[in-house]
Nanobody, 128 residues
Framework: QLQLVESGGGLVQPGGSLRLSCAAS????????IGWFRQAPGKEREGVSG????????YYADSVKGRFTISKDVAKNTVYLQMNSLKPEDTAVYYC?????????????????????WGRGTQVTVSS
């Protein structure tokens, strides 16, 4: 059974950092692209970042470029999202999702409908 579990969220002051983790089970990351999405109250779910199954390509939304970094540890079957210089507008529930795009694919899906498996999310609150 495919499962994704997010962790690492919390309350942080503006300018602070958090590292989110997406632990995968029932799948091997070599075959899956992983995306991070977020949803704030009253807003649509938006793509934040993504990494291809080959690791060769990544995607970042313009709003997080230069502040967020996505990485993957295949041995731990975990994808990370390092978030620096956090802003109040980064406050949201963050979800990771998996798309079985094929082994060592270079494609990074950026739309929610392209992903088949979702985690339950972790809350990130940026506030002083």
């Amino acid at each position: 059974q495919l499962q994704l579990v997010e962790s690492g969220g919390g309350l942080v002051q503006p300018g602070g950092s958090l590292r989110l983790s997406c632990a995968a089970s029932g799948l091997t990351l070599d075959f899956y692209a992983i995306g991070w999405f977020r949803q704030a109250p009253g807003k649509e779910r938006e793509g934040v970042s993504g990494i291809s199954s080959s690791d060769s390509n990544t995607y970042y939304a313009d709003s997080v470029k230069g502040r967020f970094t996505i990485s993957k540890d295949v041995a731990k079957n975990t994808v990370y999202l390092q978030m620096n210089s956090l802003k109040p507008e980064d406050t949201a529930v963050y979800y990771c999702a998996a798309d079985q795009g094929g082994r060592y694919s270079d494609y990074v899906p950026i739309h929610p409908y392209e992903y088949d498996t979702w985690g339950r999310g972790t809350q990130v609150t940026v506030s002083s």
